[in-house]
């Protein structure tokens, strides 16, 4: 099963929506000094009258703008007069309102606007060319709308735009490079939409421009080097593209750039080195990209840096002791790269840290026993995927604000701490290391934690029974991974109060008893793996209550007595794994009915009788399917020809007799299919030769005639078995000879 914590986001995400925000409000454009006097013009009246017509208006919000009312139209809702010039529209203040519907052409006979605000609408259909008519627009802002298609080049007109805020629409084609003519321009806001094409160049040398935000396009070429000489800008966001080639070492000595999100593109090379012996970046995200080479040493000239994100590259080498001197920082996100070496001592020691994520490189070492002390504010500590070895620090409970503790798949050794004082604690992953349970007191003391929503503790060295206090951990766990241990006893009936579980896997171990009935009341429960124990009894036929179950793996057990019907109430199930049981009887035809099933259906090595349902045709999501090594008799169900995604079928082992069905023509895309060892007759059939996607086929030890389909299928040889060619070769003289070995008529 994949690690489904939900441990690793990035941070860049929290702070851009804030960043957008503070950037896009309408305070920053300052009052405007008006143009020169024109005489009144009433057409701006009809031109309200026209957006009117155009907009739906749920709300109601624009039941003002009416010709027939006796209030004047500066008065209306959402609009702002100049007050130099009479019965002039300067601006339009629309936010929120739930409008459908288009604005253009109407609002560009505005021609005295200076500032349109209607951001968070349901706004669509193009930005037309028309808008160039705005000559006095200074304020634009349209983000969280639907609008598409191009920006136009007369957009170019807008001579004195300062802000233009599109962000969230569908927005396409490329950013036309006129825009840079727009020399005032001090924030443009574009995230989010389906831009292609290069970057303009010439934004770098915008003399205003502060904030440039195009995250979420499909933006490809180079970041343009200008961008890294500009003067002004303080904020790039560019994160989330395809852009490609070197960051542009000006970028990193900047005197201005105080955020840089190149996060999430296809960028290259080394990361540049820092010749400033001062700057005033502040945040810088890398991460997702193709980088490589070492993290340069002069990484630590940036005394302000409070979030270095560099997860996800291909770096290498070690963390410079240099990074240990940025006193500022709170969050490092290293994760995800090949680098080595122990931690430098000095990062331990940067108790501003509030994020450390190292994991998935090759870290040696151990964690300083005082980290909780040294770094009193880490909510996450991400150190998985590593070397580290040694015990882990009881003082990690004097960081009382952490939620996250990752240190999956190292080396730690020793008794689990007791965790209960971090009362904040909401991921906790301590899975494939050689730790213990001793006394199993840990357990006991995370009934404190309650916030906690996910508990991996797999593949470790815990043993003995699990403890009853199991059904008092926080009524939030919804994932609880006990795999690969050695414990021992049975299922505690308490673990049914834990009824916001959704995946329960307790497999590979040597817990016996029987599947406890109050496993009922996880209604939540979308994964339960019990596998590979030593579990006897039948299943409950509570289990199929469980009606947001898609994954139930109850193989390598001693499970007794019939399958019961009623797991066919469990309508979203996508796999199910019953084999290597004792159960016995019928298959019940219901099970046929989740036609959800997509994944595998296995009920293999049972002792199943009676024959295969014709129902078995409803299965038509079906991938894989083993019924192989029980009793069943009968024909093969020509149904199951409607199971026409099948890529494996296995049904060796059986007493089944008659014919291969002609309907097994349509499974052309099946990769694997073992008949073998039961009674069938008849001709084999041709159309065998016609499916390329085959690689296994074994109809060995059956009563079939015929030569051997000459075609993909007739170069695969079954693995530990006679191949077809032998088989049929010698047919007759070995006929009565393989009756007699396998004693087809006393199995």
């Not at 108790?351 to 300083?368: D, K, W």
């Not at 579990?535 to 199929?544: V, Y």
């Amino acid at each position: 099963m994949p690690h489904v914590a939900t441990r690793k986001l990035s941070i860049s995400l929290l702070l851009v929506p804030i960043l957008i925000h503070f950037l896009s409000k309408g305070r920053h454009v300052n009052s405007f000094a008006e143009p020169t006097p024109v005489l009144p013009n009433e057409s701006d009246e009809h031109a309200l009258l026209c957006l009117r017509s155009q907009l739906s208006d749920p709300s109601g919000a624009l039941a003002s703008w009416r010709n027939n009312t006796s209030r004047k139209f500066c008065e209306w809702y959402g609009v702002t007069c100049s007050a130099r010039h009479a019965s002039r529209v300067i601006a339009l203040d629309l936010e929120s309102l739930n409008f459908s519907g288009q604005i253009f052409p109407c609002i560009a006979d505005l021609n005295f606007l200076t500032r349109i605000h209607m951001p968070n609408n349901q706004l669509n259909g193009h930005i037309s060319p028309e808008i160039g008519r705005l000559t006095r627009l200074r304020y634009l802002n349209l983000s969280m709308n639907s609008l598409s298609g191009e920006l136009p080049e007369t957009m170019s007109s807008c001579s004195r735009l300062q802000i233009v805020d599109l962000v969230s629409n569908s927005l396409e084609g490329e950013i036309p490079p006129s825009l840079a003519q727009c020399s005032a321009l001090q924030q443009i806001i574009l995230g989010n939409n389906n831009f292609h094409g290069n970057i303009p160049s010439r934004f770098g040398l915008l003399p205003n421009l502060t904030a440039l935000f195009i995250p979420g396009n499909k933006l490809t070429g180079i970041i343009p080097t200008l961008l890294g000489s500009s003067k002004s800008l303080k904020w790039v966001n560019l994160q989330n593209n395809s852009l490609t080639g070197r960051i542009p070492p000006d970028m990193f000595n900047s005197t201005s750039l105080i955020y840089i999100d190149l996060s999430h593109n296809e960028l290259s090379g080394s990361i540049p080195p820092l010749s400033q012996t001062f700057s005033p970046l502040q945040y810088l995200s890398l991460t997702t990209n193709n980088l490589s080479g070492e993290i340069p040493t002069s990484i630590g000239n940036l005394s302000s840096l409070n979030v270095l994100q560099m997860a996800q590259n291909n770096l290498e080498g070690s963390i410079p002791e240099s990074l240990g001197r940025i006193g500022s920082l709170q969050q490092i996100d290293l994760t995800y790269n090949d680098l080595s070496g122990p931690v430098p001592s000095a990062i331990y020691t940067i108790t501003s840290l509030s994020y450390l994520g190292i994991g998935a490189n090759q870290f040696v070492g151990r964690i300083p026993i005082d980290i909780g002390y040294t770094l009193p504010r880490l909510t996450h500590l991400i150190l998985e995927g590593n070397r580290f070895e040694g015990s882990i620090p009881i003082s990690l409970v004097n960081a009382s604000s952490l939620e996250v503790l990752d240190l999956r798949s190292n080396a730690f050794t020793g008794v689990i701490p007791s965790f209960g004082p971090l009362r904040n604690l909401i991921n906790l992953d301590l899975g494939v290391n050689r730790l213990e349970s001793g006394d199993w007191t840990f357990l006991s003391s995370l009934t404190n934690c309650t916030k906690l929503e996910t508990l991996w503790l797999d593949r470790n060295n815990l043993q003995g029974i699990i403890p009853t206090s199991v059904a008092n951990l926080s009524k939030s766990l919804e994932i609880l991974i006990l795999i690969e241990n050695q414990l021992t006893g049975g299922i505690p009936s308490g673990i049914g109060e834990l009824t916001s579980l959704t995946a329960l896997q307790m497999d590979k171990n040597l817990i016996s008893g029987h599947i406890p009935d109050s496993l009922r009341n996880l209604q939540n429960l979308s994964i339960l793996s019990l596998s590979h124990n030593k579990l006897s009894g039948e299943i409950p036929l509570s289990l199929g209550k469980l009606e947001q179950l898609t994954n139930l793996y109850l193989e390598e057990n001693s499970l007794i007595g019939h399958i019961p019907a009623s797991l066919a109430s469990c309508k979203n199930l996508r796999r199910l794994n019953l084999s290597c049981n004792d159960f016995s009887g019928s298959i019940p035809k219901e099970l046929f009915s989740i036609t959800t099933l997509s994944e595998g259906l296995d009920l293999s090595h049972n002792h199943l009788t009676g024959c295969i349902p014709m129902e078995v045709g409803r299965l038509i999501n079906l991938n894989s399917l083993s019924m192989s090594n029980n009793q069943l008799s009968g024909q093969i169900p020509s149904t199951l020809g409607e199971c026409v995604l099948l890529d494996s079928l296995h049904l060796e082992e059986n007493f089944l007799n008659g014919s291969i069905p002609r309907s097994f023509t349509r499974l052309r895309g099946i990769n694997k299919m073992d008949l073998s060892q039961n009674k069938l007759s008849g001709q084999i059939p041709e159309f065998f030769r016609s499916f390329s996607s085959l690689q296994i086929l074994n109809l060995s030890f059956n009563d079939l005639e015929g030569p051997v389909p000459q075609g993909e299928c007739s170069k695969i040889t079954p693995k530990d078995r006679p191949t077809m060619e032998d088989v049929y070769a010698k047919i007759t003289a070995i006929k009565e000879e393989l009756f007699a070995l396998y004693n087809y008529g006393s199995r």
